[in-house]
């Protein structure tokens, strides 16, 4: 059964929350401080983290980026709905994608579908890596390196990379990033993938010329550059 | 440059300019009548005969005196009013080392030699063989480029003019002392200056207003951390206080407004917690459906809470805007008291904790008693939440009759408050330490300072030395 851990101050929200997605299958536990949180986030034993942004000892984007310096654990945000500076904080800090709150349950319950599906390795060993340029992927062990240099990716990014890299060369709709990455179509006025994107440009650093290796096409999308 | 700037400078302008016309042409009237008065007699004697018997005496004075006594009497026609007489000897030199132009020596000596005017130009000489050139270099006597007035019987009527004397020659005794010097400097001069000054005064005054203009301008845009006193620099006048007035002006904007945009914020923050719940219980009597029950009754404690919160905040906000509905009347503080402890009772007994009030004899005071209950009621209830179970929150009252003032004091045995938050504890949705937010809505404290602040009175928190908070309660009463 996969375990969520859910750190969130609101006592009966979270345990409507707890109730809802116990019924639907997963084993809940829920912490209301924020460092007890990062203790039990840390401890290995869930799979998925569900990190309200308002906490009485310590800020969640503050948790968060203490959990993202050890783990790479899927990690979903409960961001203020209208709130973007939130939202876009929440991203680059390390999340993998955002619920705004209020959120119905069943909202909640498929955003942690989604962040599963695509964090759980892929039995397709056999095929070899894909080979796009200097970067290597290895789907089943979700690792990727980069000039021969392991890759630290968030799960979110490294999906956007993995999307960006079967189509080498080619330029990938945000729509379809949206789709493949994070497992939902792409909302308006919705810079969760610009913030991912961003963020790993700055792991893959800079062409000779200063270019970077992920070109912008603007009203486009992406496109992984190949020389 | 604003129209302002050119107002201030073309009406200075032409001030200047009308005074430096009035005053110059006073001063030249008075001149002219001046000269009338004074200049014309002697001009009459400057003619011929006087120039001729300057010369007679000056001739007869080198006769008889020598060099010494022509110097004296040439000295003394010198400091008097008087035409000079030049002396001039064969090597071209003034007895009185005067500087003679050239030109006019070269035209005393033409002259002499045609002896055009005999009276004013004659040649003396002592016995010993020492010359003097003696002329009185005047207009009358052919020396400016104006003809002769009289042609005294002169037939050589066009000789040849020497040119006028230079008029930058004022080291000289000038041709013409008495002629006034051309009056277009002095205008130009003075046409400069008022322009010079006009435009520095026009500037001194439109630059500090186009200043506040911009910062108006600024703050209309929504900038409203503008300030203009530092533009301002030393100036100490009506100017810089209105700058000062500007900056304290949008000082006042900007915390308000910030005020305003944290509470919103803070409402929205607060609306959405209840909403989270009631969403979550739908979802969940949805997937439960055995749990309609207690779902549906969570959704109905949610609602009422966020209705709670419209309403507070309603108050709050009739308050802040200074509406009063309720007018002052006369009421028994005594009874206000009484019904606001029998109230909290239920509630005091539900957190277990003791209220202790010895009640007050029946006094009469004059106020907005409406006003004056809610304050009291929130802050006892939130005495009565943050006091520890089995404690006791303490009422006491007091009157203070020099000062017409009354006092209301409540106690609790609860944590207390930091420091640092005494004050903030009455603002908006302001959370202590523990969070008890289940409870409270966190209006309750902020509605009870608006209150007091609106009867007049003062509202004020501090630690008791035993512990617990204690808040003092201080209004004005009319008996």
């Not at chain 1, 069943?106 to 039995?123: F, G, W, Y």
């Not at chain 1, 960006?164 to 919705?190: C, H, M, W, Y």
């Not at chain 2, 016995?127 to 005294?152: D, I, R």
């Not at chain 2, 606001?340 to 009640?359: L, M, N, S, T």
């Amino acid at each position: 059964m996969t375990k969520v851990l859910i750190i969130d101050d609101d006592v009966e929200l979270a345990e409507l929350f707890k109730d809802y997605l116990e019924q639907d299958g997963f084993a809940v536990d829920v912490v209301h401080q924020g460092e007890a949180g990062l203790r039990l986030a840390l401890s290995g034993d869930y799979q998925l983290v569900i990190l309200d942004i308002m906490l009485p000892d310590i800020k969640g984007t503050e948790v968060l980026i203490r959990i993202r310096l050890q783990s790479r654990i899927p990690v979903l945000m409960f961001t203020a709905r209208g709130d973007d500076v939130d939202r876009i904080i929440g991203l680059e800090s390390g999340a993998d994608d955002y619920v705004p709150k209020p959120c119905t349950p069943r909202e909640l319950a498929a955003r942690i579908r989604a962040i599963l599906r695509r964090t759980q390795p892929i039995n397709d060993a056999g095929n070899g890596p894909i080979i796009a340029g200097p970067l290597k992927i290895w789907r089943e062990k979700r690792r990727a390196s980069w000039f021969d240099q392991d890759l630290e990716l968030t799960s979110t990014e490294f999906n956007l990379l993995e999307t960006l890299a079967k189509q080498f060369g080619r330029i990938v709709t945000k729509n379809e990033l949206s789709e493949k990455a994070l497992g939902r179509p792409l909302a308006r006025f919705d810079r969760s993938i610009d913030v991912h994107m961003s963020s790993i440009r700055q792991k893959l650093g800079c062409q000779q010329d200063g270019r970077s290796y992920i070109q912008t096409v603007r009203g486009h999308g992406y496109q992984l550059v190949k020389e | 440059m604003g129209r302002l700037f050119w107002k201030f400078f073309l009406t200075f302008w032409l001030a200047l300019l009308v005074a430096g016309i009035g005053v110059g042409t006073a001063v030249w009237l008075r001149h002219n009548t001046w000269q009338d008065n004074v200049d014309e007699p002697p001009r009459e004697t400057i003619d011929l005969k006087h120039a001729a018997s300057l010369l007679e005496v000056a001739e007869s004075a080198y006769r008889y005196g020598g060099d010494a006594e022509l110097r004296l009497f040439l000295g003394k026609l010198h400091t008097a009013h008087l035409p000079p007489v030049y002396a001039v000897d064969d090597q071209d030199r003034d007895i009185l080392q005067r500087n003679v132009a050239p030109e006019v020596l070269q035209q005393a000596r033409a002259l002499f030699l045609q002896a055009a005017y005999p009276e004013a130009i004659r040649l003396v000489s002592s016995g010993k063989g020492q010359n003097y050139l003696l002329f009185v270099p005047l207009p009358e006597h052919g020396f400016s480029g104006h003809p002769p007035p009289m042609p005294t019987g002169n037939s050589n009527a066009d000789f040849a003019r020497p040119p006028p004397p230079q008029p930058d020659d004022h080291s000289s005794r000038h041709p013409r002392p008495h002629e006034p010097p051309s009056p277009l400097l002095p205008i130009l001069a003075g046409i400069f200056a008022s322009l010079l000054f006009s435009a520095a005064l026009a500037w001194y005054f439109a630059k500090p207003i186009r200043n506040l203009r911009n910062a108006f301008a600024a703050v209309a845009k929504g900038n409203l951390d503008t300030r203009v006193g530092a533009l301002m620099g030393n100036r100490r006048d009506e100017l810089s206080d209105l700058a000062q007035d500007f900056d304290h002006m949008a000082g006042k904007i900007y915390s308000l407004v910030y005020a305003q945009q944290r509470l919103l914020h803070d409402v929205s923050h607060e609306l959405r917690s209840p909403l989270a719940r009631i969403q979550a219980a739908i979802g969940l009597a949805q997937q439960q459906p055995d749990k309609q029950q207690a779902m549906l009754e969570r959704v109905e404690r949610e609602s009422q809470r966020m209705s709670d919160l419209v309403g507070e905040l309603l108050v709050l906000a009739r308050l802040e805007a200074g509406v009063s509905d309720s007018p002052s009347h006369e009421f028994d503080i005594g009874d206000l008291l009484d019904d606001i402890i029998e109230d909290a009772r239920f509630e005091a007994a539900r957190h277990e904790v003791v209220i202790r009030y010895d009640g007050i004899e029946e006094t009469l005071v004059k106020g907005r008693g409406e006003l004056l209950h809610r304050a009291i009621e929130n802050v006892l209830r939130n005495a009565l939440q943050h006091c520890q179970k089995g404690g006791e929150v303490a009422v006491m009252v007091s009157f203070d009759i020099f000062k017409r003032r009354l006092k209301v004091t409540i106690d609790d045995q609860g944590p207390g408050v930091a420091e640092n938050d005494l004050s903030a504890i009455f603002e908006p949705f302001f959370r202590s330490g523990d969070h008890n937010k289940a409870d409270s809505i966190g209006l309750g404290l902020a509605i009870a300072y608006r209150s007091i602040a609106a009867h007049g009175g003062l509202i004020q928190a501090s630690n008791r030395p035993e512990g617990g908070l204690r808040i003092e309660i201080e209004i004005p009463f009319v008996e």
